[in-house]
């Protein structure tokens, strides 16, 4: 009931910044909370960010707190992730995902996109 596509993923020099945004189709997006997740060839898909529904909690992996920041606009649909401060360690596919609670676990989420690829050169 709920497609996500993701966008904004590229080559970025280590330091820099990058947006990342997922676009989300379906009648019940509000009701999901919304999570980043990326995957690193040869390495399983780890938790990045997530956000609730009404955009009152937000939760970051150790590894990126401070540097990358969740987002949401339930009337438009949409999700984003501020990436700041990229370090080559963030190289990965980045994916967005709906969870109907509030969850860091990969295997709570119900919907996923296709996934976008950051590549964080040194």
């Known amino acids: 009931q709920v497609q996500l596509v993701e966008s904004g993923g590229g080559l970025v020099q280590a330091g820099g910044s990058l947006r990342l945004s997922c676009a989300a189709s379906?009648?019940?997006?509000?009701?999901?909370?919304m999570g980043w997740f990326r995957q690193a060839p040869g390495k399983e898909r780890e938790f990045v960010a997530v956000i609730s529904w009404n955009s009152g909690r937000t939760y970051y992996a150790d590894s990126v707190k401070g540097r990358f920041t969740i987002s949401r606009d339930n009337a438009k649909n949409t999700v984003t992730l501020q990436m700041n401060s990229v370090r080559p360690r963030d190289t990965a596919v980045y994916y967005c995902?709906?969870?109907?609670?509030?969850?860091?676990?990969?295997?709570?989420?119900?919907?996923w996109g296709q996934g976008t690829q950051v590549t964080v050169s040194s």
């Open positions: 379906g009648r019940t997006f509000s009701s999901y909370a």
């Open positions: 995902a709906a969870d109907r609670g509030f969850s860091v676990e990969l295997r709570d989420y119900d919907y």
